[in-house]
C-alpha cells in the first residue's frame, strides 16, 4: 500500500476552543451530525441524539475506570521532585509508570509519596524509557492511590479539576485506564435510562485506555506509526448484543474509538463477535473496511493524531476535515471536556 501522510490530517485550531473545563450539564454539549456519505452536517445539543437512535440498534460502551494515576512524590536521597505516571500494571506491585523527569528515576532509586504513605523504588527500565516501580503501603494499594493520586489529565488541559469523577463516564466500573474515554463523558443516568427505555441496547465493553492512544505520530508516512497495546475484554452479553443488531439489519453505535478499536479487533472475518479478551494494538486510518462499526459518537480530536485518523476511515479525510473547520467556525469546544459529533449514515428521527 502506498504511503498515507500524516500533514493530511492536518488543520488549524485556535487555542482558545481546548475546552478547559467540563460543562455543569454533561449532556448539554453541543453535537455536530455528519452524514458519513454525503458529509451533510446539522448542529444539535448532546441530549437530541435521543431522537436519532432506532429501537433495536446496539450502543457500544466502554466501562473502563480512570484510575487517579498521577503521583507526586520526593526523591528519598535528594529531595528532589519526581512526578510518576502509572501507565499499566505488570504484577501485584510493580507498575510500568512515565517519570518526569526521568534521569532522576534511575534503577535503585526510591520515591517518596504523601510523607511515606506510599514508596517506590525503581527496579528497571521498560521500552521507551518507561520506568517499572516496585511500590510498598500498608492496607490495599487502590485507596492509597485514592488518596494520593491526582487524575492524570492530557497535557492541553491546563485548569485543575475540581471534581475527579467529571473526568470518568458515570457507567465506568473495571480500573485501569489512564485517560478517560471521553466520548462517554456526555452520557447522564437518566439518558442512558431513556434511551434503553426506547429499545435501544446498551452493550458494554472494556477496553483500558493508555497513553499511547494521544502519543504523536511522528512518522510523515503513518504506516511507519506503532501503536502501543491496550487490554480489552467483550463478555458474552455484550457480544450476543452487538451480533443481534448486526443480524437484524440494525446499526452498530460505538461511543469513542476505544469502543470502535475493541469491538474493531475482537471481530472475526465474518463480522461476529464471541467472548473473548486479549491486548490490541489496531490502528484504523482510511482504507480500513469496518467489520462491526455503523456508526460513531466521538470528541473533536488533535490534528494529526491517530483519532483523527480513525474517523476519517469512517466518513472519508474530505468530510472529516470540511466537519473540523464548520466546527471550528461555529466555535465548537474541542478535545476530552469539548462537545461531541455524530457520525452515521442517516439523519432520520425515530419517536
Known amino acids: 500500500?502506498?504511503?498515507?501522510?500524516?500533514?493530511?490530517?492536518?488543520?488549524?485550531?485556535?487555542?482558545?476552543?481546548?475546552?478547559?473545563?467540563?460543562?455543569?450539564?454533561?449532556?448539554?454539549?453541543?453535537?455536530?451530525?455528519?452524514?458519513?456519505?454525503?458529509?451533510?452536517?446539522?448542529?444539535?445539543?448532546?441530549?437530541?441524539?435521543?431522537?436519532?437512535?432506532?429501537?433495536?440498534?446496539?450502543?457500544?460502551?466502554?466501562?473502563?475506570?480512570?484510575?487517579?494515576?498521577?503521583?507526586?512524590?520526593?526523591?528519598?536521597?535528594?529531595?528532589?521532585?519526581?512526578?510518576?505516571?502509572?501507565?499499566k500494571r505488570r504484577e501485584a506491585d510493580v507498575w510500568e509508570t512515565l517519570a518526569k523527569p526521568g534521569k532522576k528515576a534511575k534503577p535503585g532509586t526510591v520515591i517518596s509519596f504523601g510523607d511515606g504513605i506510599l514508596k517506590g523504588e525503581v527496579i528497571g527500565i521498560a521500552e521507551e524509557g518507561n520506568r517499572l516501580v516496585r511500590f510498598s503501603y500498608e492496607g490495599i494499594f487502590e485507596e492509597v492511590l485514592d488518596k494520593l493520586g491526582e487524575m492524570p489529565l492530557p497535557p492541553y488541559i491546563t485548569h485543575k479539576l475540581k471534581d475527579k469523577n467529571r473526568y470518568q463516564t458515570v457507567y465506568a466500573k473495571y480500573e485501569g485506564s489512564a485517560a478517560a474515554p471521553t466520548a462517554?463523558?456526555?452520557?447522564?443516568?437518566?439518558?442512558?435510562?431513556?434511551?434503553?427505555?426506547?429499545?435501544?441496547?446498551?452493550?458494554?465493553?472494556?477496553?483500558?485506555?493508555?497513553?499511547?492512544?494521544?502519543?504523536?505520530?511522528?512518522a510523515e508516512n503513518i504506516l511507519e506509526h506503532h501503536m502501543h497495546s491496550e487490554y480489552y475484554q467483550i463478555s458474552k452479553e455484550a457480544a450476543d448484543k452487538i451480533n443481534r443488531a448486526k443480524e437484524k439489519g440494525k446499526r452498530v453505535i460505538c461511543v469513542g474509538t476505544t469502543s470502535c478499536r475493541t469491538v474493531e479487533s475482537a471481530a472475526d472475518e465474518m463480522g461476529k463477535l464471541t467472548e473473548c479478551s486479549g491486548n490490541t494494538d489496531i490502528f484504523i486510518y482510511p482504507g480500513y473496511r469496518f467489520k462491526i462499526l455503523d456508526a460513531l459518537i466521538t470528541n473533536f480530536h488533535l490534528p494529526e493524531s491517530t483519532l483523527v485518523m480513525l474517523v476519517s476511515a469512517l466518513a472519508g479525510k474530505e468530510h472529516v476535515l470540511c466537519a473540523y473547520e464548520t466546527a471550528i467556525k461555529e466555535g465548537y469546544r474541542f478535545f476530552s471536556f469539548g462537545d461531541a459529533m455524530f457520525i452515521t449514515n442517516s439523519f432520520t428521527k425515530y419517536k
Not at 192 to 202: P, Q, R, S, T, W
Open 184 to 218: 462517554g463523558l456526555h452520557f447522564t443516568e437518566g439518558l442512558l435510562h431513556e434511551i434503553e427505555e426506547k429499545g435501544v441496547d446498551i452493550a458494554y465493553v472494556t477496553l483500558h485506555v493508555g497513553l499511547g492512544t494521544f502519543r504523536p505520530v511522528k
Open 1 to 87: 500500500m502506498e504511503s498515507i501522510k500524516k500533514s493530511d490530517f492536518y488543520f488549524e485550531l485556535p487555542e482558545r476552543l481546548i475546552a478547559q473545563d467540563p460543562l455543569e450539564d454533561r449532556s448539554g454539549s453541543r453535537m455536530l451530525m455528519l452524514d458519513k456519505e454525503t458529509g451533510k452536517m446539522e448542529h444539535h445539543i448532546f441530549r437530541e441524539i435521543m431522537d436519532y437512535l432506532a429501537p433495536g440498534d446496539c450502543l457500544v460502551l466502554n466501562n473502563t475506570k480512570v484510575i487517579p494515576a498521577r503521583l507526586m512524590g520526593i526523591k528519598e536521597s535528594t529531595k528532589a521532585s519526581v512526578e510518576l505516571l502509572l501507565l
